[in-house]
């Protein structure tokens, strides 16, 4: 059974750090892996997605990359804004594309 | 403005009450997926539907009954449910399952609490 795990689930920064948010998971037979962001009281955002056959994604200030031996995602976040607070969600797809989510880290970006 | 709509955002009920949630999906996607979000515990899959027929039911007590008339809309039908069943439900969509690597697009969700 996929079990991912993220920690740690509270992170707070000054602004304007660069910063690394981890993502580990138990059974590297996967499709692709998706970041999400959660506001309070939202739904999920998609960031990116990582195919299985994808070492990184880049989105303006964000850049995740898979490392599907290890059974590791890291979520760079550069210059962060106070705008970049929320908790980000780390989700894998396996063979049936069932996404198994981690708990989530909540980031506090402080002014 | 989230392609995914889900009504009501907020929703209290008695365990002995009926009521259902709706979701409707603006994005042409062909796939819709209920999931629960309980507090300190991660996303719970609990049904899919693609082209409108179910491809998965994640063990769901049958006091959840998912309804999906077309590839638009979907519904969860609540009945007799218990405290610990209060949550965030989040409906989602994708354009496909399977190996298309589409991205998963969220609604806002409903907030229930069953007193």
């Known amino acids: 059974k996929q079990e991912v795990t993220q920690i740690p689930a509270a992170l707070s920064v000054p602004e304007g750090e660069n910063l690394v948010l981890n993502c580990s998971f138990t059974?590297?037979?996967?499709?692709?892996l998706q970041w999400f962001r959660q506001d309070p009281g939202k739904g999920l955002t998609s960031l990116l997605l990582?195919?299985?056959?994808?070492r990184e994604q880049t989105s303006g200030r964000l850049n995740a990359s898979l490392d599907k031996s290890s059974g590791r995602s890291t979520l760079y976040i550069a210059a962060s804004q106070p705008g970049d607070s929320a908790t980000y969600l780390c989700?894998?797809?396996?063979?049936?594309?069932?996404?198994?989510f981690g708990k989530g880290i909540t980031l506090s970006v402080r002014p | 403005e989230t392609g995914v709509t889900q009504t009501p955002r907020h929703l209290v009920m008695g365990m002995t009450n009926k009521k259902s949630l709706k979701c409707e999906q603006h994005?042409?996607?062909?796939?819709m997926y209920w999931y629960k979000q309980s507090a300190k515990k991660p996303l719970e899959l609990m049904f899919v539907?693609?082209?409108?027929?179910?491809?998965e039911n994640n063990s769901v007590p049958s006091r959840f009954s998912p309804e999906c008339p077309n590839s638009s809309h979907l519904f969860l039908h609540l009945h007799t449910l218990q405290p610990e069943d209060s949550a965030l439900y989040l409906c989602?969509?994708?354009?496909?399952?399977?190996?298309?690597?589409?991205?998963?697009?969220f609604g806002n969700g409903t907030r229930l609490t069953v007193t």
């Open positions: 989602a969509s994708s354009q496909g399952i399977g190996t298309d690597n589409s991205p998963l697009h």
């Open positions: 059974d590297s037979a996967i499709y692709n």
């Open positions: 990582i195919q299985s056959s994808q």
């Open positions: 989700a894998v797809a396996g063979a049936n594309s069932k996404l198994t």
């Open positions: 994005l042409g996607h062909n796939a």
């Open positions: 539907y693609n082209f409108k027929e179910q491809t």
